[in-house]
């Protein structure tokens, strides 16, 4: 593994009574080729054994993690909006706290941006898998219908277009430059993080990206829950 201030990458996470998840994406963060500099919690009041979690894998983590408890219930745009105000490094990652990375996720996302300064955002595909952690064989790409057509044009210079039409930017993949949070913040608290962040950024004439292929995996249960918000949201 690389050192752990050599990364430029500050993690942002929200997590809010996610005890049954979150110590194997803290461990799966903690196995990554390239390890973040910081990770910055914001825990949205959970009244679990969230916090406790956090903070006992914070006194062993090889990298500096830091944990904000909030004092009023914020949602889960505001407490990004929050977590994502209080990183300071380059690169700012967010993070669900139910995933699993994969242990290159960091390094692809480092590559990306390295090698194309013009980049402003990126965002990957994901693997959906079921309660037991298995493989379901298809991806969120193929369940909201992200096909070869729409990459294409978004590749070309379309991403307004595409995201107009659906969003297809799963705020667990996402990553961007640090710098463009005087653009991105504050986020509406009627929005979700991630079709804001991506659509403003598009609209702004950021350029953005895509890793295509799985980085991390996401539960099957959580998908369908997100197909219900995304909708609520398209028809407000």
């Known amino acids: 593994m690389i050192s752990k201030n050599n990364s430029g990458v500050s993690i942002a996470m929200c997590t809010c009574n996610g005890e049954s998840f979150l110590l194997d994406q803290l461990e799966s963060i903690s196995k990554q080729i390239v390890l973040p500099d910081e990770l910055i919690i914001c825990d949205d009041q959970s009244t679990d ?5 956090a903070q006992n894998f914070q006194k062993k983590s090889t990298f500096c993690m830091k944990i904000y408890l909030n ?24 993070s669900d706290q139910d995933d ?3 242990p290159n996720k960091i390094e692809r996302t480092i590559s990306v941006f390295k090698n194309y300064p013009k980049i402003g955002y990126l965002f990957s595909d ?5 309660e037991q952690l ?4 298809f ?5 909201i219908s992200f096909d070869f057509k729409q990459r294409k044009d978004y ?4 991403q307004l277009k595409v995201l107009l039409k659906h969003n297809v930017v799963t705020g667990a993949t996402m990553a961007f430059r640090a710098e463009l949070r005087k653009l991105i913040l504050p986020i509406p608290e009627q929005w979700f993080h991630d079709a804001w962040i991506a659509l403003l950024l598009s609209a702004s004439n950021i350029q953005g990206t895509f890793i ?3 980085l991390l995996n996401i539960d099957s249960i959580l998908i369908s829950s997100l197909e219900v918000k995304y909708y609520l949201l398209m028809n407000k």
Do not use: H
């Not at 407490?79 to 690169?91: D, G, P, Q, T, V």
């Not at 298995?134 to 064989?137: E, G, V």
């Open 71 to 94: 004092s009023s219930k914020l949602g889960c745009t505001k407490n990004f909006e929050k977590a994502i105000s209080l990183c300071r490094k380059n690169i700012i990652v967010l």
């Open 155 to 158: 590749r070309q210079g379309q």
């Open 134 to 137: 298995q493989n379901s064989n």
């Open 139 to 143: 991806t969120i790409w193929e369940k």
């Open 212 to 214: 295509e292929e799985p």
């Open 126 to 130: 994901t693997m959906i898998v079921d």
């Open 100 to 102: 699993e990375w994969y």
């Open 49 to 53: 054994g969230t916090l406790k979690i």
